[in-house]
């Protein structure tokens, strides 16, 4: 993989966009989030630190509590977390 460069960084969030490797594969962009002194990528839909449980989304901003998850909208933690195993097409099912 070609050299990390990020576009934005502070002390605790760091951004590199989407790029192409050395063989013309497209990555997409990276998002990394400082916690409990580890570098944390938010590759997935829900990020968790595996020190302190904190949940991130994909854009490196923290989420709250899972207590207060679904509080709005009915949904469990279950149903939340579940769709980084959900493929896409299964995800906008039934959305027309």
Excluded: K
């Excluded at 790029?19 to 916690?35: A, G, K, Q, S």
């Excluded at 509590?65 to 939340?80: K, L």
């Amino acid at each position: 993989m070609s050299e990390r460069l990020w576009e934005y960084r502070s002390p605790t969030r760091r951004v590199r966009r989407g790029y192409y490797d050395e063989e013309n594969l497209w990555h997409r962009m990276d998002v990394e989030v400082l916690c409990c002194g580890d570098w944390l990528r938010c590759g997935g839909f829900t990020n968790t630190c595996a020190n302190c449980r904190a949940d991130f989304n994909h854009a490196g901003q923290r989420l709250a509590s899972r207590a207060q998850w679904g509080e709005e909208t009915g949904e469990s933690v279950d149903d939340i977390l579940s769709v980084d195993s959900t493929s896409t097409e299964e995800l906008l099912e039934g959305a027309d």
